[in-house]
């Protein structure tokens, strides 16, 4: 029993410390406000991939061309990646009103969106790229000005940019939405530190300059996810320093949460897939750990059931769990000024513990599905 104390003693120290670090990062980085009196110059590509999206590519589409931004410097491309329903349908519809340089790569199956990204950029012929995900939609038309500027004034080859889930009612939903509030945090915390491990590619800026030099997603492009943080670790190896978090409300993507658990899991599964192939051992160290956190909360939970007494230290190790997911819920809050459902924070601080012991045994036992 002291050998487990001491375990979980030290896995909430370090997940208090890796945390709380984070969040302080998130808070030093600066605000980028672009100089809206100069006049953007670099050419800029859009990469869409598109699988089955029929319900969401118009929202995404239509935002892309409604960006105040200069559509001579603007390519759109979109890849279709073996869709089967009226994707392709609604994405030409859409983009034959577009005055602008589009075209649509339709692939007869599916074959994965790093390889239909590459095949994208293959003929892009643009400085700066831009991917995002079919089932994203912006909610201000600075969206793409804001992140062109930030490239421009800083130069960075490789810039995170923030992804938001809808903040919808309901358990599932709001699950989603507290765990992706916090991982925004953690992302731009240690990216502030050079020590950047976390990025979404539905939501990513990097030169196509970049992509070259790495080599693209030769390195893993047989794992089924990666397409964002294993090659953000490739550009770690070769330009750290051209690494950068965009902190500006204007340049996040919002998504959608997932309508089922089973298809929380998937996701949660096919991204656990590129743990072993990353070279970065924090995310799993870190993975490891909140696991870790996890566990406990729920014997401490528990145990009272059969000790019939409530142990001092379980409270503090629960109260000190929840002190840190508060406040990084709290910071997210105020950086996207979107109000948290506090009612949910209590049952869910329960119900995430189960959530993620969950996903650690299936992400052990199942094999993920290609997207």
Avoid at 207 to 233: M, P, R
Wanted: with cysteine.
């Amino acid at each position: 029993m002291l050998i487990l104390k001491i375990i979980s003693i030290l896995s909430i120290i370090i997940y208090l410390v890796y945390l709380i670090r984070g969040a302080i990062g998130f808070s030093k980085t600066n605000y980028f406000e672009p100089d809206r009196s100069l006049t953007n110059k670099t050419t800029t590509c859009i990469i869409i991939c598109a699988h089955d999206e029929e319900r969401t590519i118009e929202c995404c589409l239509k935002g892309i061309l409604e960006q105040d931004f200069d559509k001579q410097l603007l390519e759109i491309i979109l890849v279709n990646d073996g869709s089967t329903d009226n994707t392709k349908v609604i994405a030409e519809k859409i983009l034959s009103g577009y005055n602008g340089k589009f075209q649509i790569i339709n692939n007869i199956e599916n074959i994965g969106k790093k390889k239909s990204i590459t095949s994208a950029i293959e003929v892009c012929d643009s400085e700066l790229i831009i991917c995002r995900d079919a089932d994203t939609y912006t909610e201000s038309d600075l969206w793409l000005k804001t992140i062109v500027s930030f490239y421009e004034k800083t130069g960075k080859q490789f810039i995170i940019a923030p992804l938001e889930i809808e903040n919808k009612n309901g358990l599932l939903n709001q699950l989603q939405f507290y765990e992706n509030s916090a991982l925004a945090i953690i992302t731009g915390g240690f990216a502030f530190y050079k020590k950047a491990f976390l990025c979404n590619g539905a939501n990513l800026a990097f030169t196509q300059k970049i992509f070259e030099k790495t080599g693209g997603y030769k390195n893993h492009i047989g794992v089924n996810s990666g397409d964002d943080v294993l090659f953000l670790e490739d550009v770690k190896k070769i330009a750290p320093e051209t690494i950068a978090y965009l902190k500006n409300k204007n340049t996040s993507a919002v998504t959608y949460p997932l309508n089922s658990f089973k298809k929380l899991f998937r996701q949660k599964v096919r991204w656990a897939s590129k743990f072993d192939k990353n070279p970065n051992q924090t995310n799993t160290f870190l993975g490891i750990i909140v696991f870790l956190v996890h566990l406990f909360t729920l014997v401490y939970l528990i145990k009272p059931i059969f000790a019939h007494h409530i142990p001092i230290f379980g409270i503090i190790f629960i109260f000190l769990r929840v002190f840190i997911d508060f406040l990084l819920l709290f910071l997210a809050s105020r950086y996207f000024n979107k109000p948290v459902k506090w009612t949910w924070f209590l049952p869910l601080s329960v119900f995430y513990s189960f959530y993620v012991i969950i996903t650690a045994i299936l992400s052990l036992v199942v094999k993920p599905n290609r997207k």
